[in-house]
C-alpha cells in the first residue's frame, strides 16, 4: 500500500508498517467473509487503512484493532447499503422502461382461466393441502396439524397436486 504523498516522520512511518503488517491479513479476511468478494475485500481494507493513516494522530495503540475492525464492518455495512438502492434504483427503472403489451390483459384472464381450470381438476383433498400450503404459506407440519394427518400424508398430496398441474401446464411447478 502507497501513503497519500507528504512529508511524514519515520516514527509515523513505523508505526503505520507495523500496524498494517499486523493487521492487514485479518482484515481482508473479515471483509472477505463479509461480502464474498476477493475485490471487494481488498478495496475495503485499502480504504480502512486510508482511514486510519487520516487519524494516526488521534488513535490509541491498544484500541487500533477494534478500530480497524469497526471501519471494516462500517464499510461492508455502507457498500451493501449503497447496493440495496442501486439495485432499488435500477428495479424502479426497468419498470418504468417495460411497456404494457396491448393484450397483457387478455393474457393474464387467459392464464387465470386455466389456473382455474387446473385447479378444479385436482381432487379435494389434495387441492385443499396444495391451496394452504401454497397460497395461505403454511408449512407441511401446519397442515398436517390441522387436518389431523400425518407430514408424509400431507408431502404425498402436495406431489398428487403437482403432478396434475405439471400435466396441464407442462412444465415444473
Do not use: C
Amino acid at each position: 500500500m502507497t501513503l497519500p504523498s507528504g512529508k511524514y516522520t519515520p516514527q509515523e512511518i513505523s508505526w503505520f508498517r507495523g500496524i498494517f503488517d499486523s493487521y492487514y491479513d485479518g482484515i481482508r479476511s473479515f471483509a472477505y467473509y463479509k461480502t464474498g468478494d476477493v475485490d471487494l475485500a481488498d478495496d475495503i481494507v485499502q480504504e480502512v487503512f486510508l482511514k486510519l493513516w487520516d487519524m494516526r494522530n488521534e488513535v490509541k495503540d491498544e484500541k487500533v484493532k477494534s478500530l480497524l475492525y469497526t471501519i471494516a464492518y462500517n464499510m461492508v455495512k455502507n457498500h451493501f447499503k449503497h447496493q440495496k438502492v442501486v439495485y432499488g434504483f435500477q428495479a424502479s427503472k426497468s419498470n418504468e422502461e417495460l411497456p404494457e403489451h396491448a393484450d397483457s390483459k387478455i393474457r393474464m384472464d387467459e392464464l387465470n382461466a386455466q389456473l382455474q381450470e387446473a385447479l378444479a381438476a385436482i381432487p379435494d383433498g389434495q387441492r385443499e393441502v396444495f391451496l394452504m400450503n401454497r397460497i395461505e404459506g403454511l408449512s407441511y407440519n401446519e397442515i398436517a396439524e390441522r387436518l389431523n394427518l400425518s407430514v408424509k400424508a400431507i408431502e404425498k398430496r402436495i406431489s398428487a397436486a403437482l403432478a396434475v398441474l405439471r400435466t396441464k401446464f407442462g412444465y415444473k411447478i
